[in-house]
């Protein structure tokens, strides 16, 4: 069983902004991999669903705790379903890497995300694989990174991270397929 853990904030403000990109990919895995649509568990404080990918069970899942808080929503989830950490995906946003690119990792720091913090010091491993989506800004950003990350999506962003969605469900059976070294040496 593996559980795919997709990051951004809750709330019709948020939807459409950089840093929900990890909610939009599990939106998209939703469609492409046929699953039945995200339904709100209290338990997890999270929205849920569940199907087959590559013959393995997955779980994916948007955390409604607010991004600097989603280690809570996971934690429960892992603890429910009793997968190890190695089991656990993350999808998340990530400010350092350019618009449109995709990432791969099987663990290390959270490089300052805090969504990614906050899953780290909950599951207490730094051992966590993830996929990090690129929203880096095209020119400097002048003013918070706060008021970047929460800003909505530019109608160039989103068709970015249209075209990078594309690519995910390819990743995905990959990684739960348990290749996540080949698939970290063809996207990295």
């Keep these: 069983m593996k559980l795919i853990i ?4 809750p709330g019709d403000q948020y939807k459409n902004t950089r840093h929900n ?6 939106d998209h895995l939703v469609k492409a991999f046929g699953f039945d649509n ?5 338990k997890f404080k999270s929205f849920v669903t ?7 069970k997955v779980i994916l899942a948007k955390p409604q705790t607010f991004m600097n808080l989603s280690g809570q929503s996971a934690q429960l989830l892992q603890n429910y ?7 656990v995906l993350v999808i998340y946003d990530d400010v350092e890497i350019p ?18 913090s906050s899953i ?42 249209s075209e990078v969605f594309e690519t995910l469900p390819k990743m995905v059976e990959s990684i739960v397929s348990g290749e996540i070294e080949a698939v970290m040496n063809a996207y990295n």
């Design 99 to 116: 618009l449109g690119s995709l990432r791969v990792r099987s663990g290390g720091t959270s490089g300052g995300h805090n969504g990614i």
């Design 50 to 56: 569940e199907g087959l990918v590559s013959g393995e």
């Design 6 to 9: 997709g990051l951004g904030n």
């Design 38 to 42: 995200f339904m709100k568990a209290e």
């Design 120 to 161: 780290l010091k909950e599951l207490a491993t730094l051992e966590i694989p993830r996929i990090r989506i690129g929203i880096k800004p095209e020119k400097p950003f002048r003013g918070a990174l706060e008021d970047y990350v929460l800003g909505s999506l530019t109608k160039m962003e989103e068709t970015a991270l």
């Design 21 to 26: 990109a990890g909610f939009m990919a599990v």
């Design 81 to 87: 379903y009793k997968v190890e950490p190695t089991d």
